[in-house]
């Protein structure tokens, strides 16, 4: 596996401190950013999740907690816009350039509005997914908001 990506490039080029990890990625896993959490032996709190999604049919990039639900509701008051609803998988993969799974909010092909669960702020450092399945960056969250232009909002339910 490559430890370097379009996202730890685009990391790199920010300037912000990272490290890379790496671990078995389960395609059958119920959810991803929990098997991750536990692959990396840590709490699903600290392991951020990306999801794609439409405002108003206009993609962006919610990043949250893998423990937590995204509120809809949310989102979209988040990015200004009235409605949002997950983007299909085959959409979210022709703009990021990432495979599901191994979607990152940094270095995505087409740079997209992006917010971050306020939560994690409070966190020291949270792993977000470094650009391919089996792959995360650590990183202080607001390291992570500088690095990806993000806002930082409540974002879940």
Do not use: W
């Amino acid at each position: 596996m490559s430890r370097t990506t379009r996202a730890t490039q685009a990391l790199t080029r920010s300037g912000v401190p990272f490290t890379v990890h790496s671990y078995t990625y389960d395609p059958d896993a119920e959810r991803v950013g929990l098997q991750a959490a536990e692959a990396l032996g840590a709490d699903p709190g600290e392991v951020l999740k990306t999801l794609m999604i439409l405002v108003d049919s206009k993609p962006a990039c919610a990043v949250i907690p893998s423990d937590r639900e995204l509120s809809m509701k949310k989102a979209a008051a988040a990015f200004g816009g009235k409605s949002a609803q997950m983007m299909k998988p085959a959409d979210a993969e022709r703009a990021t350039g990432f495979v599901v799974g191994g979607i990152s909010p940094f270095g995505q092909k087409k740079r997209v509005p992006t917010a971050i669960e306020a939560d994690a702020m409070a966190l020291p450092l949270v792993f977000i997914n470094g650009g391919q399945r089996g792959l995360q960056v650590r990183l202080a969250p607001g390291d992570a908001a500088k690095a990806a232009d993000a806002i930082v909002t409540a974002l879940t339910a």
